[in-house]
């Protein structure tokens, strides 16, 4: 293997072995959620014609999941190795900062696949889903985890130890998945919510891959793909500057 390929397999081996908390758990949890808000509400909401509330759900939660995690893997990785102090043997070798992002937001983007992919798969036991157009899923779910595992990136750049990146997962990230119309269309929110959740990226990157599995969405998933590719393009160059940079990472 070249030095990048070697540590994008350290990378995702990194939490291919300690699969029980990495994919099971987030996989395990999001059935939780389908069980609890499905069998709550299945015969008290109704959001698109011909599709049940449990169905709705499922590609909201798969793709809360996917992108929570790829946050999550580049985050976490970089914080432990700073912590740790082991970062130290990275920067002895001659990879490039491009060699950095590519293998810490490629591992990111493949954890979260596997997880999204998990939350369908198990979701089939509980519910029937369509597949209307398997290309708008897979653009959203590949521009979703790599706008994540950039920002896990920069998060994990930024942080000096564990209690700060809690923070920013806690403060940010998480309530922009749960507010991004996992749960719900932003259609049944009022006026002013409304207004708020456009300013919102993951709610597009949520409504765009929804579009893939139902034909239908709150907004244009061509107005979708293009927030979402921006978004992801902003992120990439401004992890891409920290690295090559050496923001508190050389320090």
């Known amino acids: 293997m070249t030095g990048w ?3 994008l397999y350290k990378e995702v081996l990194r939490f291919w072995r300690v699969a029980a908390q990495t994919i099971a758990g987030p996989v395990l949890t999001a059935m939780l959620y389908l069980l609890i808000f499905g069998h709550a509400l ?3 909401v109704k959001v698109y014609d011909q599709v049940s509330y449990t169905a709705f759900l499922v590609p909201g939660l798969a793709m809360m999941s996917l992108l929570q995690n790829a946050f999550a893997n580049s985050s976490s990785s970089l914080i ?4 740790m102090g082991n970062l130290v043997f990275l920067l002895l070798t001659p990879l ?3 060699h950095w992002f590519v293998a810490y937001v490629g ?4 954890r979260g696949l596997v997880v999204g992919i998990g939350v369908l798969l198990v979701s089939a036991f509980f519910t029937d889903l369509s597949y209307v157009a398997p290309l708008w899923i897979l653009a959203f779910a590949m521009l979703g985890a ?3 595992g950039a920002l896990g990136l920069i998060a994990g750049l930024w942080a000096e130890k564990f209690d700060q990146l809690a923070a920013f997962q806690n403060f940010v990230v998480m309530p922009m998945t749960f507010l991004s119309g996992v749960f719900y269309s932003i259609h049944s929110l009022p006026p002013f919510w409304q207004t708020v959740s456009h300013f919102n990226p993951f709610f597009y990157m949520i409504d765009g891959f929804r579009y893939g599995f139902f034909g239908a969405s709150d907004v244009s998933p061509w107005l979708s793909l293009s927030v979402v590719a921006s978004a992801t393009l902003a992120v990439s160059l401004w ?6 940079s050496g923001y508190k990472v050389r320090s």
């Open 146 to 148: 790599a706008l994540m």
């Open 80 to 83: 432990m190795s700073k912590v």
């Open 96 to 98: 490039s900062y491009r």
């Open 107 to 110: 591992a990111s983007v493949f």
């Open 42 to 44: 299945e015969a008290h």
């Open 5 to 7: 390929q070697m540590l």
């Open 239 to 244: 992890a891409l500057w920290l690295l090559r």
